[in-house]
């Protein structure tokens, strides 16, 4: 025989697809996305609340004062003061956003679209560096200002990143000058 022959004779249908089993595999896991995103809602929810012992954030005074400096861009979250991957949830701190910072005598005037808006006093301000990671977040080396201020008995950090990068040095500066001479006042 020749072997176009017996190529002939071995040809099988296709075999027919089970749709009973591939539609059950689909439906359990869309159940197991759905479980994981649950769980992780919960997680945050309950983060929340082991954090509830936070006060109300302080809101904007009526005469700020003149602005020192202003900024647009991100808000990438806040931590508890030196651990970067200890996220603050409560009161919406934990919310990704966009940002407007506006700095005054009176102090850091916070404005975030879709999320709380917070004032940080000039008294409660700390220390403002260039770091790279906060919250989960890491970008490249200084691309990120971190602020960090007291809030009841806490200590925060809280990463801000600016549209144009080049600011986040004159901020650095400016609110670290601005934190000295309050706590020479002090």
């Known amino acids: 025989m020749t072997p176009v022959i017996l190529l002939a004779a071995e040809k099988k249908s296709a075999e027919v697809t089970d749709w009973a089993a591939r539609i059950g595999w689909l439906v359990g896991l869309a159940l197991f996305i759905a479980l994981v995103y649950w769980l992780m809602r919960e997680g945050w929810k309950w983060r929340g609340t082991l954090q509830g012992d936070l006060p109300e954030l302080p809101s904007a005074p009526d005469e700020p004062g003149e602005a020192r400096l202003t900024m647009s861009g991100r808000y990438h979250g806040s931590t508890t003061a030196g651990q970067w991957l200890d996220r603050i949830v409560a009161h919406g701190l934990g919310t990704r956003s966009r940002v407007e910072l506006t700095l005054t005598d009176a102090g850091l005037d916070v404005v975030r679209p879709g999320a709380s808006d917070f004032f940080v006093p000039a008294a409660q301000l700390r220390e403002a560096r260039l770091d790279k990671g906060i919250a989960g977040k890491v970008l490249t080396e200084g691309g990120l200002l971190v602020v960090t201020w007291a809030h009841g008995d806490r200590l925060i950090d809280s990463g801000f990143r600016s549209d144009r990068a080049a600011e986040h040095t004159e901020w ?15």
Do not use: Q, S, W, Y
Not at 172 to 186: D, P, Y
């Open 172 to 186: 650095v500066e400016t609110l670290n000058h601005m934190i000295n001479k309050t706590e020479g006042a002090r």
